[in-house]
């Protein structure tokens, strides 16, 4: 590991494997933008976590009118469409039109899509392995807690957007879109 990859995470591992913290007046601002970089990277590859939901409901439930899946997700039209054509454009799903009613546009997962699925899950099994150095009642708080910061700041973020920010809010854990 460089010096520099150390200094980002916080930690230096000494010849026998222990590990010793630099970061020790570290804000929990600064540690939680370490925790969620981790996550989001590491884990997660930094791919679009509403769109992993689209092709698990897809996944579980076949072929889905556009409509219905944006019903079922409660997302605008044109966040709907926009979202399709991306996940068609990277092969994860096909939009045909309805045979039954030409106008309504039919979604349906690809192989590549599935497989892609498959990584989410297995991606999920990994973040479950990297909180059990936490008890069950541990990470109850923890979540608790989060959900707690992640409503308040969703909450004032949606009544002050930012000067110059187009971006949406985040996304909630499992990929819901929280906009």
Do not use: N
């Amino acid at each position: 590991m460089s010096e520099e990859s150390e200094r980002r995470t916080g930690t230096e591992h000494g010849h026998r494997g222990r590990t010793q913290e630099h970061g020790a007046g570290e804000s929990l601002g600064a540690k939680l933008d370490r925790c969620a970089h981790f996550l989001y990277h590491r884990q997660h590859g930094g791919g679009g976590r509403g769109q992993g939901k689209i092709l698990k409901i897809l996944s579980v439930s076949g072929p889905l009118t556009q409509k219905e899946l944006q019903d079922r997700l409660d997302i605008q039209a044109g966040s709907m469409s926009e979202i399709a054509a991306k996940l068609e454009a990277k092969g994860l799903i096909t939009r045909t039109r309805d045979d039954v009613d030409k106008r309504h546009i039919l979604l349906t997962i690809t192989e590549e899509g599935r497989a892609d699925v498959a990584r989410y899950t297995e991606a999920r099994e990994r973040e479950r392995e990297l909180f059990s150095v936490l008890t069950e009642e541990e990470q109850r708080q923890l979540d608790v807690l989060l959900s707690r910061l992640l409503e308040s700041w969703e909450g004032q973020w949606k009544r002050a957007p930012r000067k110059g920010h187009s971006h949406h809010a985040p996304e909630g854990q499992d990929g819901e879109a929280t906009e």
